[in-house]
């Protein structure tokens, strides 16, 4: 049985316009690679063709993985999130002590997290700790430079 995909709508559509994208105009640029390439002789000899080759491997190996993370997605309706208890799709709104700064976080399935831009997925040690907390509580997490603690300050869409 495949694992299940956590998709905000924002992230679903992502991967649609993906997919998308490289059926339609990807396979059309790297075939034009390959004819181009194929221009220049002996194939066997023919660093361009190679590396358009591999091109084309890569792209179908992420149609692929992009069709099954599709086929396995789970969407999550933003409507349906509340804002009493952290889930996925909840924005919410920490206190950390040590650092003595406030941070928002907006918790994701994996396949939409974005550190840089505090999108952390419900599988990292953060969104872990924090999934079904409620504004008040202290979370503990465990990270490889020690263990630190965030105060729920907020929960909101």
Known sequence: ???QIVLTPDGLKKLEDELEYLKVTGRKEIAEKIKIARGFGDLSE???YDAAKDAQATMEERISKIEEM?????VVDVDDIGTDVVGIC??????????????????VGSTE???DSNKISDESPIGRALIGKKVGDVVSIETPGGVFE???LEISK
């Open 150 to 152: 965030l105060k729920i």
């Open 90 to 107: 909840s924005k919410v709104k920490v206190y950390d002590e040590d650092f003595e700064e406030e941070e928002i976080y907006t918790i």
């Open 113 to 115: 997290a974005d550190p």
């Open 70 to 74: 599709l086929k396995n997605a789970v």
């Open 1 to 3: 049985m495949a694992k």
């Open 46 to 48: 023919n660093a361009e």
